[in-house]
């Protein structure tokens, strides 16, 4: 797939590749969905990517969950940088597609332990046995958000050198 970029500064946007290598070793995903009333929810999440597809969970009976069964507009952003000159980001505009599929689930849980630390000390990789174990459970409890992107903006301020 590839990403549409929208940035004003395109000596800034990231190229596809680099957007998909930014939103692999990223960690967090704020998850913007929209409330009843019309007022942003704002979350941050755990992700994984499934090729170039941002995925994240969340109990199914969670507000980001009931707003997105509502309304499947979203915004997603990533971000990383302390100082301005190292400044990274992608944001996403999009809809989510919902995928209740207990089995689906579970392998995104799989997939998060792998990338955070859940369970134990570290990240790990569970066996099958041991991924139903720890949750089995939950997984029948939860949702899979795959973002379906329609616009992408980003930015890598490395490439101004510190300048604007």
Do not use: C
Not at 15 to 38: R, Y
Not at 57 to 63: A, D, L, N, V
Not at 118 to 143: M, Q, V
Request: glycine share 8%; charged share 25%; proline share 4%.
């Amino acid at each position: 797939m590839r990403y549409r970029s929208f940035m004003a500064r395109k000596d800034i946007s990231m190229s596809d590749g680099e957007v998909t290598a930014f939103l692999n070793e990223a960690s967090i995903l704020q998850v913007a969905t929209i409330g009843k009333d019309g007022v942003p929810h704002l979350a941050p999440m755990w992700f994984v990517m499934d090729g170039d597809s941002i995925v994240f969970r969340s109990f199914t009976r969670s507000q980001k969950i009931v707003n997105l069964i509502r309304d499947p507009r979203l915004t997603v952003l990533a971000e990383d940088g302390d100082v301005y000159s190292e400044l990274r980001g992608v944001m996403i505009t999009g809809t989510a597609r919902l995928d209740d599929d207990p089995a689906y689930v579970l392998d995104i849980y799989g997939r998060l332990a792998a990338k955070y630390t859940i369970i134990g000390d570290a990240p790990t990789e569970l066996s099958a046995e041991e991924l139903e174990a720890a949750f089995g459970r939950a997984a029948s409890k939860n949702t899979a958000v795959i973002v379906e992107p329609l616009k992408v903006a980003s930015w890598d301020h490395r490439r101004i050198g510190g300048g604007y």
